[in-house]
């Protein structure tokens, strides 16, 4: 719960970071793409960048805990055979070494 409330905290410091930011910064901006040149407002700009950057960092972390799951998911599995070996393995009458 606190940290779910931290979480939020968080995220409203950062949206009233960027909406004085973007308020303290009015202007246009020329944008250049080498095939398409715009001239956009900058507190447009500003937030396009941030929001940009917000959903490329979740799809690295969402490939990261993909590879995660996947690692895991094997790791179960091989834990799964060698419990199974030692099962098999302590049914066996022992013998003796003569």
Same mark, same amino acid.
């Given at each position: 719960?606190?940290? *779910?409330?931290? $979480?939020?905290?968080? @995220?409203? +410091?950062?949206?009233? #970071?960027?909406?004085? =930011?973007?308020? @303290? !910064?009015?202007?246009?901006?020329? @944008? /250049?793409?080498?095939?398409?040149? =715009?001239?956009? %407002? &900058? %507190?447009?700009? #500003?937030?396009?960048?941030?929001?940009?950057?917000?959903? =490329?960092?979740?799809?690295?972390?969402? +490939? =990261?805990? &993909?590879?995660?799951? !996947?690692?895991?998911?094997? &790791? *179960? *599995?091989? &834990?799964?055979?060698?419990?199974?070996? +030692?099962?098999?393995?302590?049914? $066996? %009458?022992?013998? /003796?070494?003569?």
């Amino acid at each position: 719960m606190l940290k *779910r409330i931290g $979480l939020l905290i968080l @995220i409203l +410091v950062i949206a009233a #970071l960027m909406a004085t =930011f973007t308020a @303290i !910064n009015t202007g246009m901006v020329d @944008i /250049d793409l080498a095939f398409a040149k =715009f001239t956009k %407002p &900058l %507190p447009l700009v #500003l937030t396009v960048t941030f929001a940009l950057g917000w959903l =490329f960092g979740i799809l690295c972390m969402g +490939v =990261f805990a &993909l590879k995660l799951v !996947n690692e895991r998911r094997i &790791l *179960r *599995r091989s &834990l799964r055979l060698s419990e199974s070996e +030692v099962t098999s393995l302590r049914g $066996l %009458p022992l013998s /003796d070494a003569d």
